[in-house]
């Protein structure tokens, strides 16, 4: 069964360094969305592709927060510099039509110290 | 902003027994979903079920889904010791760009 595949899984960094998330979503599904999870809660949007066009990214912390899928398919997330209120769980997840299942990655847990 | 609302928050019961989570929304949806997470895990999907739908099963799941009230329920009968995890519902909303909006979640413990 296709799986939507994130990597690292896991990222130490320090406050003002640079980190990068990477996604590669289920084949065929157009849609491609970034979470951001704090412990305890529940996934927050960050921002929603359609293709290679951002479709909402008004939750994204643009100073500080970008991100990419310059082909339409896989995805990388950036954050510089990371603060330390930026440790959480960073979800990846893609859907292949509108109305239907998000499927999502196992997730990079970030720990900024 | 989170708009669903998962009751309780935690929840700890024996093997064998079932399992209720509720969760309540507060704008008109085209549907919901339940996912389970293991600790430090990814989100795992288990059941959507449309406006248009009152009651959808899987397995050991029931999952029920009230309009009128704005709520649903996730049912998850004969438990097992695996069933242990965080459930969320999440709702994606009519006239949105079609994002998921998660509630906090249930954290439920299943005691062997």
């Known amino acids: 069964e296709a799986e939507v595949a994130q990597s690292p899984r896991y990222k130490i960094t320090e406050k003002s360094q640079a980190v990068a998330f990477w996604c590669d979503p289920i084949?065929?599904?157009?849609?491609l969305y970034w979470y951001r999870q704090i412990l305890g809660q529940g996934p927050e949007l960050l921002v929603q592709?359609?293709?290679?066009?951002?479709?909402?990214d008004s939750q994204l912390p643009k100073d500080r927060f970008s991100a990419e899928r310059l082909k339409g398919v896989d995805s990388t997330l950036k954050i510089q510099p990371a603060e330390l209120g930026d440790s959480a769980m960073y979800l990846c997840?893609?859907?292949?039509?509108?109305?239907?299942?998000?499927?999502f990655g196992p997730g990079t847990r970030l720990l900024v110290l | 902003s989170q708009q669903g609302e998962e009751d309780p928050q935690a929840l700890s019961i024996q093997e064998g027994e079932n399992a209720t989570m509720n969760c309540s929304y507060k704008t008109s949806i085209n549907n919901l979903q339940w996912y389970r997470q293991n600790s430090g895990r990814g989100l795992v999907h288990l059941i959507l079920i449309r406006s248009n739908e009152r009651e959808k099963h899987s397995g050991r799941l029931r999952v029920t889904l009230d309009t009128s009230k704005k709520s649903s329920s996730l049912l998850i009968t004969a438990s097992r010791a695996a069933d242990t995890a965080s459930y969320f519902c999440a709702t994606d909303s009519r006239g949105g760009s079609e994002k998921l909006v998660f509630g906090k979640g249930t954290k439920l413990t299943v005691n062997p």
């Open positions: 084949s065929g599904h157009a849609t």
């Open positions: 592709f359609q293709d290679e066009s951002v479709v909402d």
């Open positions: 997840a893609s859907r292949r039509g509108e109305r239907e299942t998000q499927y």
